[in-house]
Every structure is written in C-alpha cells, then in structure tokens.
C-alpha cells in the first residue's frame, strides 16, 4: 500500500469514524435528557462552523495531539506500550519554559528553535528513565511511563509555585512568553501558528524514516517478532528498543514546547488537557501510521473543539464526548479483532510503512 493509498484509506476511515461519532452522540444526548439538535449545532459550530473556529480551534488543537500520537505509534511500532507522552510532553514544556529565561533580547529565529531543541531534550531524557528501567531491571513500561505522568504532573506544580512562578507570585503559573519568542501566526486574527507546518514536516519525516532507512526497518522488525529480529536479523534488540523510547520521548517533548511557544505562552498547572492521553487514541485509529496520525489528530482536535462549543453554548458536559471518544477506540479495536488477520500476509509493511 503506498502512502498515500494509506493516507486517503485513513481519512476515508476518520469520515465514517466521525460520522459515527455524531450518531453515538446523539444516542447518549437523548439518553441523558439534552436536546440533539441544540447540543450538535453548538458542536459542529465550534469546531467547523466558521474560518476562526477551523483555524483556531480545531487546527490548533490538531498539533500537539499529532506530535504525541506519533510518538505513541514510533513506541507502539517498536513494540513499546509507552503511556507517557503526557509527562513526556509536560517535561518539554517545562524545559522549553526554563530556557526562555535565559533568550531575553534573542530573536525568535534563534530563540523557538534553542526552546523546542530543549523541550525534544527533555522529553527524551523522561522517556529513557522508563528505558532504563526496562532494559536494566525488567520494568514494564505500561507501568513505569504511568507513574512518570505523575510525576511529571506534580514536578509541573512544584515549577509555577516555586522556580518558574511569575515574579508577582500570585499566579501559579510562569511568565508570559515575550512577544518576540512567539510561534509566527500563519494567518493574521486567527491562532493558527508555524506548529502546523512543522508538525506536517514531521509525520512526513517518520513516515520516511520507517519507510526507507535501515534504522526504521529495525524498529518495525523488533516490533514485529523481537526474536526473530535477534536471531535472523542480528539486531541489536535492546539497543534498539532503547532508541525508540528515546525517539517517542522527543516527538512528546516537542509537543509540549511547539504548545508552549505557539499557544499557551505560559506554563501551569493542568497545562496539557490530556493530551498524551489522547494520542493514544489517535494512533491506534490512525493503525499507528505516521500520515494517518495528521487525519485522526484532526478529528480529535475537531471533536474537542466542539466539545468546548457544546459545553459553553448548550450546556452539555465535555465529558459526553469523551465517552463517544473511547467507544470509537472500542469499535476499531473490535473491528480489528474480527478482521481477516492481513498482517500474516503482507507482514511488517501492512500499515504502509
């Protein structure tokens, strides 16, 4: 399957998917008392209902959820059950907000990249502590990326109460980005950034490193039978499962900071809405394909846009379309489970890459 057979395969999918999506919504409105018509009107406006709503809302949420989800299928790909790219994201952000300190009077051409540089760092350097702790003492990595979303989460409250706390100390967040330092806006009165192009640039390169580079071909092979990688392949199994944490880390990394410098401007408690863990969900439906990622983080961008619309306008709670989110996610795996197992016939490659 080419690429962009899989691409178009994906998008055609995440059509049906939302299409889905709003009828289970529907179905759960009218079970918990709420008008249909009010309630996905409010939906559909905030998240395709104007120019602002696409560009500012569903777009925007679109890239960080693409960059963690790729970082979940590099993991997944490798075999690897990483959780933790909302810690790993949150750590990113977290260094991109320690390093802005130091850029004072630093155009942004030199000053986004030294911020998203350090927030890839950080993100990998989390993820190799999950690592670490597999390949040196057999921790499952289910486990460990967990409690490191936890840590993460309070390191994050610790830094803007104490060492990133705003000089007034009232706020328990960090100063403002300076104007300066900002991701460029792409389109003037609307909050689409230079994030999305790069982010786009980034599934691209995934995509072809998995595709075309003997190092992808390694992971895919470790992911697919790690014995058989070892024994016929003579691949350095650990080696490799160890750079792929480190990979799964930066791309979660990245997203914290590309979040930071081109949306929040600031650090704070609850920064990431949950994110990580929704780009679990992301590239699960996206078969773990790096192009499929951009679809399916559009859809959850979307249904998270609309989310928000739906609460603020009609007064449905967010949470509904949560629990749409996750009977998707048990429906592709269902529909995976009953499918004829493709896999046996066209191996490592069925997912295009």
Do not use: C, K
């Amino acid at each position: 399957m080419t690429a962009w057979r899989a691409f178009a395969a994906t998008t055609a999918r995440v059509v049906v998917l939302l299409g889905l999506a709003i009828a289970m919504l529907a179905v759960l409105l009218i079970i918990t008392g709420h008008d249909v018509v009010p309630a996905l009107s409010a939906m559909v406006r905030g998240a395709f209902g104007s120019y602002y709503a696409i560009t500012s809302a569903t777009i925007v949420r679109m890239v960080p959820l693409a960059l963690a989800g790729l970082a979940v299928s590099v993991a997944f790909r490798a075999g690897i059950l990483n959780i933790g790219a909302e810690g790993q994201l949150l750590v990113g952000a977290a260094a991109a907000t320690a390093i802005s300190g130091a850029l004072g009077g630093v155009s942004w051409v030199v000053g986004i990249p030294v911020m998203l540089v350090a927030g890839a760092i950080a993100g990998g350097a989390w993820a190799a502590i999950a690592g670490a702790l597999r390949l040196r003492f057999g921790v499952l990595e289910v486990i460990s990326t967990i409690m490191l979303n936890f840590v993460a989460q309070y390191l994050t409250g610790w830094l803007v109460r104490g060492p990133l706390q705003e000089p007034t100390r009232v706020n328990p967040q960090s100063v403002t980005l300076a104007p300066a330092l900002q991701m460029p806006v792409l389109l003037e009165g609307t909050r689409l950034h230079a994030g999305v192009l790069l982010v786009v640039l980034v599934a691209i390169a995934v995509w072809w490193w998995l595709r075309s580079t003997a190092s992808g071909f390694r992971l895919r092979a470790v992911g697919a039978t790690p014995t058989a990688a070892a024994s016929a392949g003579g691949i350095d199994v650990p080696r490799t499962i160890f750079g792929a944490f480190l990979l799964s880390g930066v791309l979660a990394g990245l997203a914290g900071s590309v979040e930071y410098t081109g949306i929040t401007y600031a650090l704070y408690e609850n920064f990431s809405p949950g994110y990580g863990y929704t780009a679990i969900a992301v590239a699960l439906l996206a078969r773990l394909h790096p192009l499929g990622v951009l679809a399916t983080a559009l859809l959850f961008g979307a249904l998270e846009a609309g989310a928000n619309a739906m609460q603020r306008d009609a007064g449905v709670p967010s949470v509904v379309v949560s629990v749409v989110e996750a009977l998707l996610i048990l429906l592709v795996l269902a529909a995976d489970r009953w499918r004829p197992a493709r896999a046996d016939r066209t191996g490592i490659d069925e997912t295009g890459t």
